[in-house]
């Protein structure tokens, strides 16, 4: 006999939603590619684990981020000099609290984004500030076609809670993402955790 979502604990389904997470992230569109790949069946041939090389980035100088912030765009779109560090170990600083990936169309950073989540929610070794999080990925594009109301002049949390809850629902079901949400929610405001916003430059 089975169980209905709401007779399992929410812990089992908080480890079901990390597990199909990770499964999701780990796969390369590769169809995108070469349309011959999705000839092959659902499964792709090399997971994106197996393939990913960390990015290189350029850090702002503290005193450019209050005061020069766009002369250090202007000189990181002519892709003028400055120190370039791993991505992995750029926002594993202890002082990195947020970050925003900035970078031409096709330069990785989705790829980056997926590599993350998969990388968090199937506790692969990471820097120690990494190291344990909670992963949330959210792709932006989904998020303002299902929960940002066309009038809206600005973000609010609530529209990444209700994005949260459909992102849960598709990938474990409407009654699970119920269930779940809530515990989630506990979770994240108390304990913190990697929330990844994917396609900030295809929302209005």
Known sequence: MGLSPDQVP????LQAYLRTLAAECRRLPLGVVDPRFLQAGSETPVPLPEVYVDLDVERPVQEEQETRERAFLGRLARGEGG???PLLEAIAHPQVTRF????DPGSGKTTFVNYLAYALAASVALAAPLQGMFPIRLVLREVAARCIPPEATKGEARMLWHALQADL??????????VLLPHLQHRLLKQGGMILLDGLDEVP
């Open 169 to 178: 629902a598709a990938l474990l079901g409407e009654k699970a993402a119920e």
């Open 100 to 103: 925003v990936l900035l970078g």
């Open 10 to 13: 929410p812990e089992v389904l």
């Open 83 to 85: 120190e370039r560090t």
